[in-house]
Nanobody, 117 residues
């Protein structure tokens, strides 16, 4: 069983930056894809950004140019650098990972990001 543990959330003013981290209990060298999702109150969970083993990235339109996803294989950690935060970025952010040869997808417990105006 793989465990993903997010950290780095909190309360931040609009326009400021936050970096989220997701530490994996399994080497992410074997992760075929990893991503960050978010869920705001009353809304569906949405994919914010993802990165493949080939470092191909995807961003939802609303965060392009502001958020950057990256991975540090040596630290088994996925990051989400969030700049120029807006109140509409307020949500619980979840880390997700899929590993080669494993049909399961794994989720972290989530970390709250609240952006005040």
């Amino acid at each position: 069983q793989v465990q993903l543990v997010e950290s780095g959330g909190g309360l931040v003013q609009a326009g400021r930056s936050v970096r989220l981290s997701c530490l994996s209990s399994k080497s992410i060298l074997s992760a075929s894809a990893m991503g960050w999702y978010r869920q705001a109150p009353g809304k569906q969970r949405e994919l914010v950004a993802s990165i493949t083993s080939a470092d191909s990235t995807y961003y939802v339109d609303s965060v392009k140019g502001r958020f950057t996803i990256s991975r540090d294989n040596a630290k088994n950690t996925l990051y989400l650098q969030m700049n120029s935060l807006k109140p509409e970025d307020t949500a619980v952010y979840y880390c997700n990972a899929a590993f080669s040869g494993d049909i399961n997808r794994y989720w972290g417990q989530g970390t709250q990001v609240t952006v005040s105006s």
